[in-house]
């Protein structure tokens, strides 16, 4: 499998999500700077990583959703290639409309970094296939705009399309979002946007491993 991180300015978790990719993969990713053009054709998955691209300026991830490169990864992902976000990568993917809705500040307007419950929803994505439907797991997150919100047609169609990927615990939500919402799928089900920190998830020396099914999920489902 052939991956890739895209790297903003003041992206902070690309060299975590690196690693992770690397351990699950045995392959180092390539690394693309967000004034690159092209994405290499080979490619079987993009990652966009957590962090605070471009100092969160205008909106979380509304700069870098106009970086170079995502006009290739736009293209790319609406033909079919997987795309995974991960907390600002989950913002930026809300900013190109690769996602509905939006990423608004935590409700408690305090920024929050601790693991949280989540319950899996949706296992029928190349995302989530090791997961069981129901299964409670704990992941790290660390933002201050992950309250995730959209109108209520629109967060009655992903419901009703079984786009919900995950849904913070009852009584774990951090951030206020609508109907507990952690994580979404696009309507071809191959791009993922979720606010908790897999990659923080995916070694035993750091406490937590239920990231790493994950990646083992992508591994399994891609070349």
């Known amino acids: 499998m052939k991956s890739a991180v895209v790297v903003f300015p003041a992206s902070n978790c690309d ?14 990713p390539r690394m693309l700077w967000h004034a690159e053009t092209d994405v290499p054709d080979d490619l079987d998955l993009i990652v966009l990583p957590g962090g605070f691209s471009f100092g969160d300026y205008l909106r979380c991830g509304a700069m870098a959703a106009h970086s170079p490169i995502m006009r290739d ?3 790319r992902a609406r033909a079919g290639t997987p795309v995974l976000g991960i907390c600002n990568g989950f913002q930026i993917l809300c900013e190109t409309g690769l996602l509905p809705g939006v990423l608004m500040r935590n409700a408690s307007l305090r920024f929050v970094c601790k693991p949280v419950a989540l319950r899996v929803e ?9 997961f069981k439907r129901g299964e409670e797991i704990k992941i790290p997150v ?3 705009d992950g309250n995730y919100f959209a109108d209520e047609e629109t967060l009655d169609r992903i419901e009703g399309e079984g786009r919900v990927a995950l849904r913070y615990a009852p009584g774990a939500n951090p951030n206020g979002a609508a109907r507990d919402i952690a994580g979404i799928l696009s ?4 791009i993922l946007g979720l606010m908790p920190h897999p990659e923080r998830a995916a070694d ?12 083992a999920s992508i591994l399994e489902a891609l070349p």
Do not use: C, P
């Not at 949706?122 to 090791?130: D, G, I, K, V």
């Open 15 to 28: 060299r975590d999500a690196a690693v992770a990719l690397q351990r699950a993969t045995g392959k180092a």
């Open 73 to 75: 990864i736009v293209r």
């Open 122 to 130: 949706e296992t029928q994505s190349l995302f989530t296939r090791r």
């Open 142 to 144: 660390a933002h201050g």
């Open 187 to 190: 309507e071809n089900r191959r």
């Open 204 to 215: 035993a020396e750091l406490g937590l491993t239920d990231g790493s099914k994950m990646f």
